[in-house]
């Protein structure tokens, strides 16, 4: 598989589009395991309501940050082109430091389980090294 991913290549896999798409790269790709960066700026639309004064990113964006990631992974994959990405649950959601303006989302993502269109993944994203949120992402790919 590709290592790189450019932006162009990953609007050709997912269906999300401004202001929801929150994968800016994918830096390596293998069969069941990709890593990608979010770069979070104050200009991002949910700081203007989400404590203004001291910005943070909102927890359950950066699990979407993480699940388009796996998104990318999943759509990558022969089976799935042409099926729209569905959440089927979140499970072991961990929010270790806030995610400010000018933070670099290091995301990595590892399928666990994949079968018929269902799959569970391991999710981790870091800022300089350090981890900031984790969750088990379970997803699946259905036809439009």
């Known amino acids: 598989m590709k290592q ?3 932006i162009e290549e990953i609007l050709n896999l997912l269906p999300h589009r401004y202001p929801f798409l929150l994968v800016d790269k994918i830096l390596e790709q293998e069969e069941n395991k990709i890593i990608g960066v979010k770069n979070v700026t104050i200009n991002e639309p ?3 309501g989400h404590f203004p004064v001291h910005p943070v990113m909102p927890g359950v964006l950066i699990i979407e940050a993480m699940a388009q990631v796996g998104g990318v992974l999943m759509f990558s994959k022969d089976e799935n082109k042409g099926k729209i990405p569905l959440f089927a649950g979140i499970d072991k959601a ?10 670099q989302l290091i995301i990595k993502v590892e399928i666990l389980k994949m079968k018929r269109g269902i799959g569970k993944a391991k999710a981790e994203a870091y800022v300089d090294d350090n981890l900031v949120a984790e969750a088990e992402l379970l997803f699946t790919a259905v036809k439009p």
């Open 46 to 48: 949910f700081f203007q």
């Open 94 to 103: 961990r929010f270790k430091k806030p995610v400010r303006p000018g933070d």
């Open 4 to 6: 790189e991913l450019s």
